[in-house]
């Protein structure tokens, strides 16, 4: 496999986990804060032989809307966490007084450069529209409450704007820098 390749499946573990055990807790907190009754079915002849039922459609919709409310707020925190990082410990935008502190702490591993920040923002903010589409069919199929959907449509379309944003600074932090630094390496060559 290429290293590229191994760096992405890499980088997209901890987001999938994420996702993952965010339905899980999900479906948990929703069945226990609604006091759900659930059970267990099994079919061998489907793909997903085990799954879980409710007894009426009332209450399967209520923790499918619930859970992958929980589920959508756990990548949403993943990506948050990454957003504020290219926000506030970006190599080439954090201040002296900054470093300082984290230095203080034992936290200058935060500071990243955009390569490392902007791949793990747009992996975190890949994740994120799937777990939004996955969310979005079960409100196509009725299967979860419209309201969510549109919730995590606006919070996927600002978190998107938000890492769009500061990427584009970043490219202008990068054009005000880059006339600096081709007149410094002109001059520097015989």
């Known amino acids: 496999m290429s290293k590229s390749l191994i760096k992405l499946i890499d980088s997209a573990l901890l987001p999938a986990a994420v996702m993952i055990v965010g339905k899980v807790v999900g479906l948990i907190i929703t069945n226990i804060i609604f006091n759900l009754d659930w059970g267990i079915a099994t079919d061998p002849n489907n793909f997903f032989s085990v799954r879980i039922v409710y007894p009426t459609v009332a209450d399967q919709i209520t923790a499918t809307s619930y859970s992958n409310l929980i589920m959508y707020l756990f990548v949403f925190t993943g990506f948050l966490f990454v957003l504020v990082q290219a926000l506030y410990f970006h190599s080439s935008h954090i201040t002296p007084h900054m470093i300082a502190k984290l230095a203080t702490n034992n936290l200058l591993n935060l500071i990243s450069d955009s390569f490392e920040i902007y791949y793990k923002a747009s992996v975190w903010l890949v994740i994120l529209w799937i777990s939004f589409f996955a969310l979005f069919i079960n409100v196509l199929m009725e299967r979860a409450y ?16 938000m890492l769009l944003r500061d990427v584009s600074s970043e490219i202008q932090i990068a054009k005000r820098n880059l006339p600096k630094v081709a007149s410094t390496s002109f001059k520097a060559s015989p």
């Open 146 to 161: 419209d309201w969510i959907g549109a919730v995590c449509f606006i919070s996927s379309i600002l978190a998107t704007v």
